[in-house]
């Protein structure tokens, strides 16, 4: 029975939605500790993976050799583990190459370690700033995130979108207060610029809209210094890498995304279709942008902009998708459709099982982007633009 001094304890009311996060999370969760775990520890799978390109092109800078020369880089990663007949190539331009230049200088199960923890880094402190931007909500949300599978494809494989996705929420994050750094992160993003081109066409005229200049000093500072230490490091970096890109090799693979489709579909020779579906997306956004500045949001607004700059990507793999988890994340934070989130760990659970069975150059991976979009318009509550910008500026100031 209770009294005033022994009061009965309301215990937690558990949905479908708590337990299917639960479940998803666990899962996923499980499999990339067992292979964060087994990395060290497997023979030659630390140098099986696409890490292997990062790791070969340090070694390659370390000794000044050409980080682009496609024989060298095959001797390397072959020796390394990887088991392709072909070879991987670092395909980010020329300024992303000193993130790759301490690789060479440790042993490649080292490396691997090293850059894997990096990237794991990169996904936490994503998490736990957007959460941060929503007040901490008491939840299990963000466990969503933890296990993102696109963003735990890209660790298992070494690739860096994470890196971009670091950068893109350190702008949302600290643009207002610190514009200088916000721009400066912003380099991580051009790692992979081809996945931020409406996004960045709104970028720019909000800069000039805003007079935020420091934050354009930011960008311009962070990029001359790493173009400076690439030029340092190879001279000819630029002019080999702009050759790899117009090779054949490159121009003619499939990349399963839509703009890359519609080009092999149209006419495989004609690469500029691939960046039509970008040129017009730019178009809508700047008309979107046009619409909404008045209170924008670069958490609401500039998240369905990024939703989309990923779907009319020029090229772009499954894992480049990990971009999507700050608007996915304030889709599911703000969404009032419990079943939404039910709906999300569907999808999630999906492209696991997908990314089991599937090469990540399949044309079934097509689907991946379109449902990002079209799950955060559906999860989106009917609050309006101006109470969501009012909400975040709050919640960032919090934070701060």
């Known amino acids: 029975m209770a009294t005033s001094t022994n009061p009965v304890v ?94 060479g200088f440790l042993d490649v199960r080292v490396a691997a ?19 941060a931007m929503h007040a901490f909500p008491p939840n299990h949300i963000h466990w969503l995130a933890l296990s993102f599978t696109p963003a735990l494809m890209c660790l298992t494989m070494g690739q860096t979108s994470l890196f971009a996705l670091l950068g893109l929420i350190l702008f949302v994050r600290f643009h207002r207060r610190h ?17 931020f081109l409406p996004f960045a066409a709104v970028l720019m005229v909000w800069i000039l809209l805003n007079r935020s200049y420091k934050l354009l000093a930011g960008v311009v500072a962070a990029m001359a210094a790493s173009c400076v230490v690439t030029l340092l490091m190879d001279p000819s970096a630029f002019a080999r890498y702009t ?26 020779q004609a690469v500029w279709l691939q960046y039509l579906p970008a040129a017009l997306a730019c178009v809508w956004a700047l008309f979107y942008f046009r619409q909404h500045r008045h209170h924008w949001s670069w958490m609401g607004n ?22 999507a988890i700050p608007a996915v994340l304030h889709g599911a934070y703000t969404t009032r459709k419990r079943s939404m989130l039910v709906v999300l760990t569907g999808i999630l659970a ?51």
């Open 10 to 103: 309301a215990r937690p009311r558990y949905d479908l939605a708590d337990i299917s996060i639960a479940l998803l999370s666990g899962v996923v969760l499980a499999v990339t500790a067992l292979f964060l775990c087994a990395v060290p520890l497997a023979g030659k799978m630390a140098g099986s993976r696409d890490f292997v390109a990062y790791y070969a092109t340090g070694r390659q800078l370390v000794h000044h050799t050409d980080p682009y020369d496609a024989a060298a880089i095959r001797r390397i990663e072959h020796a390394s583990g990887l088991s392709a007949n072909g070879v991987l190539l670092m395909r980010n331009p020329p300024w992303g190459l000193p993130l790759a230049y301490p690789l």
């Open 113 to 131: 370690i090293f850059w894997s923890l990096i990237l794991l880094g990169c996904l936490l402190i994503t998490v736990y700033l957007v959460r």
């Open 243 to 268: 050759e790899l890109m117009r090779s054949s090799a490159v121009v003619g693979e499939f990349v399963p995304c839509l703009s890359d489709s519609v080009r092999f579909l149209i006419k495989p």
């Open 302 to 323: 500039g998240g369905l902009l990024v939703l989309v700059s990923l779907m009319v990507a020029p090229y772009a793999f499954p894992y480049d998708q990990s971009l």
């Open 179 to 195: 514009p200088f750094g916000a721009g400066a992160a912003l380099w991580l993003c051009m790692l992979k610029p081809h996945l």
């Open 350 to 400: 999906l492209i696991g099982l997908e990314a089991l069975r599937v090469k990540i150059t399949s044309p079934y991976y097509l689907w991946t982007a379109p449902v990002w979009l079209a799950w955060y318009l559906l999860a989106r509550t009917p609050r309006s633009s101006q109470e969501d910008a009012s909400c975040m500026t709050s919640a960032s100031a919090a934070a701060d």
